[in-house]
């Protein structure tokens, strides 16, 4: 008998419908060292949107076969949603070049989003490896009146490889980009303090997670926190081994690659250790992509 | 007049000719929480592949995408039969689907090929099974029974013996000799086949210099497989013609991709990597495929299969209207 995770009869529908939209583009801005914000109107989808789900894109003009899949960085007035992402490839490449009016297929909301049921935390600790910045912004702003303290870690070097030859890249984005964001989340309450691996005025020298880990040894505010962390895996991996050491509770977005985004392919599998040591893969587009830290697998990637 | 669309697969009379693959569509439940899916535009769900015990499935990354096309490597993760059998399938009994079901068997030995097939057979709601011997996803089996005629022959005759339902072969492209594999099917007792499964890609990531997948390999579907689709189609109706109806797939996304492949031999057609992104194409396709047969004069959809092969071509239209 498979462990209960493997049981695709628990995996059917949260009940959530899924939309198909197609999203007018009403904002667009390419912004420098390869990023973008994105806004759509896709009032189906951003009425229904929760904190951390996210939504499947199609790249336009047929420039990629599959579809994107992107965490929702803000919704407005129930109307529109807003992506912000790095132009990594085929399909981000396209989708920075539309223009206010195109219109973009999308489907969502997809994934299981933030637990926000329940006791919420004291503090509430949120860490960013690069755009992973993204979809924590919808869980700052849930949590911004729930929780006593609200503390966001960014790190801006580790999925940024061309910094180490042109180090405009780098601070095109700690500079515009990360500054915008970080007034977003600002605006919400949040303390922020940025990590480079670069000395650099008034941000943390190090990985974001040794930012965390400096938090967490020093600052009684630490002692109740959860943490909420979304980034690159081995980034994640440290943050999870941070909170298991110091006993919190940590849940993590994960961004897999993907294929069909709605359950049936089972492409973006995510290994969990299962309890007894029964290994299970997951899906990150139904079960996830928010995973308590605690069950997932580190170890296998 | 509309042409007729319906066809009949191995017994099974189903109300379009477009089906779903196994492995794109899981076990009919996941695109049903599209706020606009219907079964209704699906002639039959071909479910996810089906083994003995529960399958872990391969590491990931388990997918790739390639140029008009996709490597997928799921190493035919799922919850085994008995769990598909004892739970997935009386749900959806219970949910009111009425598309026709079809199970995916698949396994290491010819042994759990048969204990699979025993099982489905005692489930009310499966219209018929697919025998999987081309999945190039899993170490054994799979693709090791696909490959050639004897051992193809073996596992159909083997299952043939243990089901009073239909069966249909899938095959694969990744053999030179895939003619004789459906012969030898067909002489088992195959009533149709699926023809094809993917064919099997590597991707090389440059920055590790590593091979993308956690299983290295994957299997290629999507657009850019289409000609070699439509070409084992072709070949396989010319070798076998009428004698079992061939399931056309591979790389179909619209009604003129459809119509390539029933003209090459098919009476029904699969859309699976598609869906991802469309998960309308089913409903598209079948009503596009209508104008085709209508443009062409074509009053019911078995008029026009394997209608390529006519040598007087360019007369086709006029004699079949």
């Known amino acids: ?301 | 007049m509309k042409p007729d669309l319906r066809t009949t697969i191995a017994g099974i009379e189903m109300a379009s000719p477009v089906v779903v693959p196994s492995g794109t569509f899981g076990f009919g439940e996941d695109f049903a929480r599209f706020s606009d899916f219907s079964h209704a535009d699906i002639g039959a769900i071909f479910l996810k592949g089906t083994t003995l015990k529960p399958q872990l499935g391969n590491p990931p990354p388990r997918v790739a995408e390639t140029p008009a096309g996709m490597l997928n490597s799921i190493g035919l993760q799922n919850p085994g039969v008995d769990v598909v059998v004892n739970e997935i399938l009386p749900r959806l009994a219970k949910s009111g689907l009425d598309t026709p079901l079809i199970a995916n068997v698949a396994g290491e030995t010819i042994d759990e090929y048969v204990a699979v097939a025993r099982r489905f057979s005692e489930a009310p709601n499966i219209a018929a099974i697919e025998v999987n011997i081309s999945c190039p996803n899993v170490r054994r089996g799979g693709l090791a029974f696909g490959a050639a005629p004897e051992a193809a022959f073996e596992v159909i005759k083997a299952t043939r013996a243990v089901t009073r339902l239909p069966i249909i072969a899938k095959l694969t492209p990744n053999t030179a000799r895939i003619v004789q594999v459906a012969r030898a099917c067909i002489d088992a007792g195959a009533d149709a086949l699926s023809l094809i499964n993917t064919l099997v890609g590597m991707v090389i990531d440059v920055r590790s210099r590593r091979p993308l997948l956690g299983n290295k390999t994957g299997g290629l579907s999507g657009p850019a497989i289409k000609p070699v689709a439509v070409a084992k189609v072709y070949e396989v109706f010319d070798a076998v013609g009428h004698r079992v109806p061939l399931i056309g797939m591979g790389g179909i996304s619209n009604a003129d991709d459809a119509y390539e492949f029933v003209l090459a031999g098919a009476s029904a057609v699969g859309i699976g990597t598609a869906l991802f992104s469309n998960h309308r194409a089913p409903r598209e396709v079948a009503a596009g495929l209508a104008v085709r047969l209508e443009e062409a004069r074509f009053r019911r959809l078995s008029d026009a299969v394997g209608a390529a092969h006519n040598e007087r071509r360019w007369q086709t239209t006029d004699e079949t209207a």
């Open chain 1, 1 to 301: 008998m498979g462990s209960p995770q493997m049981d695709a009869s628990k995996h059917v529908a949260s009940g959530q419908p899924v939309y198909r939209e197609p999203a007018r583009v009403v904002a667009v801005s390419p912004l420098p060292g390869g990023h973008c914000r994105l806004r759509l109107r896709a009032p189906s989808i951003a009425a229904a949107v929760k904190p951390g789900q996210f939504v499947n894109v199609s790249p336009p003009l047929d420039s990629a076969l599959l579809r994107r899949p992107f965490g929702v960085y803000r919704t407005f007035e129930q109307t529109d949603i807003e992506l912000l992402f790095k132009l990594v490839g085929r399909g981000t490449l396209a989708l920075a070049k539309v223009r206010v009016g195109d219109e973009i297929d999308i489907i969502g909301p997809l994934g299981n989003g933030f637990d926000l049921s329940g006791k919420l935390p004291d503090t509430a600790v949120l860490v960013a490896g690069g755009f992973g910045i993204a979809p924590l912004h919808p869980l700052a702003l849930a949590l911004r009146d729930n929780v006593a303290r609200m503390f966001l870690f960014v790190g801006t070097e580790e999925d940024l490889p061309l910094e180490i030859s042109d180090s405009s890249m780098r601070l095109s984005f700690v500079d515009p980009e990360v500054t915008v964001a970080l007034t977003d989340f600002e605006a919400l309450g949040a303390t922020s303090r940025v990590a480079t691996l670069r000395e650099r005025p008034g941000f943390f020298r190090g990985l974001v997670t040794d930012l965390l880990e400096e938090f967490l040894h020093g600052s009684e505010a630490a002692a109740n926190a959860k943490i909420y962390a979304c980034g690159p895996w081995a980034m994640l991996k440290r943050t999870a081994a941070a909170a298991a050491e110091h006993g919190l509770p940590c849940d993590v977005l994960l961004e897999e690659r993907m294929g069909c985004g709605i359950g049936a392919c089972m492409s973006c599998a995510v290994r969990l250790k299962g309890k007894g040591g029964e290994a299970a893969y997951v899906r990150a587009c139904v079960e996830g992509p928010v995973f308590d830290a605690a069950v997932i697998d580190w170890d296998a990637k």
